[in-house]
C-alpha cells in the first residue's frame, strides 16, 4: 500500500502520530521543531554522543510531545545542507519508522531559504519512498514495513502538496523499476517484461505497442533476432508513445533490455552471470519514467523504444563471426557475442533516429569497462552534440544522480573496422566504454544524441543511502527531469 503524503502547519510538538523526526545540524544545533524538546536536550545530546552528522539518528524520550516517540537526525553544517543530503535524511527516517503506522518530521523548514521549496518538499517525499522500498517477494521471514502516512510539518502556509505528490509519483516509478531489475531471470521473459510493461502503462496517457514472431523481421532488427535466437523465450520490442496536444519538441528515450546475458557463445564466467538479471535496468528506466509524464504533465512529446531479449548459448546461438544486418541497413561483424546490448541498441537507435525526433538518449547497462573507469556510483556520459550532452547532464544534477562525461575519440573509431562487414561489435581490450559508444553513434543519423553508460550505478552492492542493495532505479528520475526541462535547440 503507497504512502500517503500531508502538510501541515500544527506546532511540531502538538501533531499527532507515531513517531516524530525532528533535525539536529552540526554541533548539536537544534533545526527546526527540536526546541520543544526541552532546555536540556542540548546537554542530553551531547552525553549520548549525538553530534548532528549527516544520518546520525538518536531515539529521544516522548515528553512534553503528543507523538507517541521522538527521534533526532543529523543534517551536517547548517549552510551546507542540500536537496540531496534531504532526501536522504528522509530515507533514513523511514527506514528507523518502517515499523511505525505513521511518522511527522519538520525537514522541510531545515532547508537553507536558497533552496526552492517545492524542490526540497518533493526530495522528502523520493526519500520516503526510495528509503521505505523493499522486495519481499520470495523473502519467507521478510518483515513488510508498516509506513502508510508521513506528515511533512512547515511554519508558512504555501501549498506545496503538489511536489509532495510529484515526489511520490516519481519514487513509484523508480520503485517499478527497481521491481523489475530485482525479479530473477527466470519470472521476466521478455514476453513477460513486456506485459509488464504494458500492465504499469495502462492509463497513463501513453499508446503501447509491442512487436514479437514475424513483426520483428519485418521492423528490420536485425541485431534484436540475432541475439535472442539462442534463447527458447523469443525476444519482443516495446514502444511507448507520449504525445501531448500542443507538445514542445520531440524526445526519444532508447532503453536496453536484455533479460539476462549468459554472454551467449562467449560466455561469461560463473561469477559473471549472477548479476546479470539486471542487464534490463536501462530497459527498466525508460518504462519507468514513461509512465509519469502525463501525470507530471510533461508538453514535450516522448517516445520510449526497449528491445526485450535474453542471450542465451545454444544450437541456434549466433557464434563468433557471424554478420548481422541492423535497421538501418548496416552490417556488423560479431566477434563477441558478449557484446550483444549494443546489437540491440542498435536497432532501436536506427529505428528512433528515423522519427527525427529533437534529441535520443539511450541509457545502458552496457559495459564492463565503464564500471572499471568510473566505479559503481557514476554513469557515463557520451554523445555526438555538446549541447544536447549538456542538457542530460543538467537533468542528471538536478535529479541527483551522478554522471560524468566520457569522450567519443574518432582515432578509436578504427578499431570497429571489420575484415568482412560494415563494422564489427568490439574493439581492443582497452577503453571499452568508448569504442561501445562509437558502435552506437553509427546508427544515430544526424540527431543530438546522449549515451549513458549505467553499468556502475544501475546496482547497489550493498545499502547506499536511499539505494538497498539490487537495483536501484537510475535513470528514472533524469528521464524525468529531462522531458520537463527539455529546451529544443
Sequence with gaps: MPVSFELSSTAPARVRTDLLALPVFAGRVLGPGADALGDGIVDFLAEAGFEGKPGEVLALPANDVAAKAVLVIGLGEQDNVTVDGLRLAAATLTRKASQHASFATTLLDAAPAELDRGDVAQAIAEGVILGGYQFLRYKGDGKAAKLRKVTVVRSGRENLQWALERGAVIGEAVTWARDMVNEPAADK???????????????????????????????????????????????????????????????????????????????????????????????????????????????????????????????????????????????????????E??????????????????????????????????????????????????????AAERASEKVWALPLPTEYRKQLESEIADLKNIGTSYGGALTAGLFLQEFVADVPWAHLDIAGPARAGSDDGYNPRGGTGFGVRTLVELAEGFQAS
Design 189 to 339: 521473459s521478455p514476453a513477460a517484461f513486456a506485459a509488464a510493461a504494458k500492465k504499469l502503462l495502462r492509463g497513463k496517457g501513453v499508446t503501447v505497442e509491442v512487436l514479437s514472431g514475424p513483426q520483428l523481421a519485418a521492423a528490420k532488427l536485425g541485431g534484436l533476432i540475432g541475439v535472442g535466437q539462442g534463447s527458447d523465450q523469443p525476444p519482443r520490442f516495446v514502444k511507448v508513445t507520449y504525445s501531448p496536444r500542443g507538445a514542445k519538441g520531440s524526445l526519444a528515450f532508447v532503453g536496453k533490455g536484455v533479460v539476462f546475458d549468459s554472454g551467449g557463445l562467449s560466455l561469461k564466467p560463473p561469477g559473471g552471470m549472477e548479476t546479470m538479471k539486471t542487464d534490463m535496468a536501462g530497459g527498466a528506466a525508460v518504462l519507468a519514467a514513461m509512465s509519469t509524464l502525463a501525470d507530471l504533465g510533461v508538453e514535450t512529446k516522448v517516445v520510449g523504444y526497449v528491445p526485450m531479449v535474453e542471450n542465451m548459448p545454444s544450437g541456434k546461438a549466433i557464434r563468433p563471426g557471424d554478420v548481422l544486418t541492423i535497421r538501418n541497413g548496416k552490417t556488423v561483424e560479431v566477434l563477441n557475442t558478449d557484446a
Design 341 to 394: 546490448g549494443r546489437l540491440i541498441l542498435a536497432d532501436a537507435l536506427s529505428m528512433a533516429s528515423e522519427a527525427k525526433p529533437d534529441g535520443i538518449v539511450d541509457l545502458a547497462t552496457l559495459t564492463g569497462a565503464c564500471l572499471v573507469a568510473l566505479g559503481d556510483k557514476y554513469a557515463g556520459l557520451m554523445g555526438n552534440d555538446d549541447d544536447w550532452r549538456g542538457q542530460v547532464a543538467d
